[in-house]
């Protein structure tokens, strides 16, 4: 059963706190990807990473960074969380030529930050 | 501006009432429309690409429909596990990566038993 998990479910955090959001895949995928999910809004991406050290910015890359340091791992990191960053992080890895219909999607991480 | 917009936001059903979402996008060139299922606590999961107007795919009791401007997926007697919220995306024509793909937000389907 192929996999994509994600280190928390739930996280709190206070503003100005350096936040971790890791995850993890075991399908030997090249993409792995960060999304926020927001009411209302949809699934916006924030980074993608195409091979190891790799990473490209998504729609809404500002007051994040990433990290992708083994190929199964890939890291979403908030440098210095602010209230407007409370939102589902949802990660996902693909194929290296795989299109939206072979992404695999973990469960997501629900962030607040008072 | 390539945009995609689900109707309705939330949509309740009686078990076995049948009922349509629908999915309406601008985009300038159409590479694939896509329907995704997410239940409460998980991530999406795939359902179903549709290429080009008129196709239709279907899996038990979803059906999903293209034209050139907007996409239905028609639930058929649905059952309260259907419940879920069902998700739409399109990528313009020319990009293949899962990178260039645009979600619309989402319709949030109730069945009671």
């Known amino acids: 059963d192929v996999k994509v998990t994600q280190s928390s479910r739930y996280l709190v955090k206070r503003t100005g706190e350096k936040v971790f959001l890791e995850c993890v895949q075991d399908?030997?995928?090249?993409?792995m990807f960060w999304y926020r999910q927001d009411p209302g809004l949809g699934l916006r991406l924030i980074y993608f990473?195409?091979?190891?050290?790799?990473?490209e910015k998504g729609d809404i890359p500002e007051g994040y960074s990433v990290s992708r340091e083994k190929k199964e791992r890939f890291s979403l990191i908030l440098e210095s969380a602010s209230t407007n960053q409370t939102s589902m992080y949802l990660c996902?890895?693909?194929?290296?030529?795989?299109?939206?219909?072979?992404?695999?999607f973990g469960p997501g991480t629900r962030l607040l930050v008072l | 501006e390539d945009q995609v917009t689900q109707s309705p936001e939330a949509l309740r059903l009686q078990e076995g009432e049948s009922s349509s979402l629908n999915c309406s996008y601008t985009?300038?060139?159409?590479?694939?429309l896509f329907w995704y299922r997410q239940d409460p606590g998980k991530g999406p999961e795939f359902l179903f690409t549709?290429?080009?107007a008129g196709e239709e795919k279907e899996k038990e009791r979803l059906k999903a429909t293209l034209t050139k401007k907007e996409s239905f997926l028609h639930i058929t007697a649905p059952k309260p596990e259907d419940s879920a919220t069902y998700l739409c995306?399109?990528?313009?024509?020319?990009?293949?990566?899962?990178?260039?793909?645009?979600f619309g937000s989402g319709t949030r389907l109730s069945i009671r038993p």
């Open positions: 399908m030997d995928h090249e993409n």
């Open positions: 985009v300038s060139g159409l590479r694939g």
């Open positions: 990473s195409y091979d190891v050290k790799m990473k």
């Open positions: 549709l290429y080009s």
């Open positions: 995306a399109v990528q313009e024509s020319g990009y293949s990566s899962a990178s260039k793909i645009i």
């Open positions: 996902a890895s693909s194929p290296k030529t795989g299109g939206p219909e072979t992404q695999y």
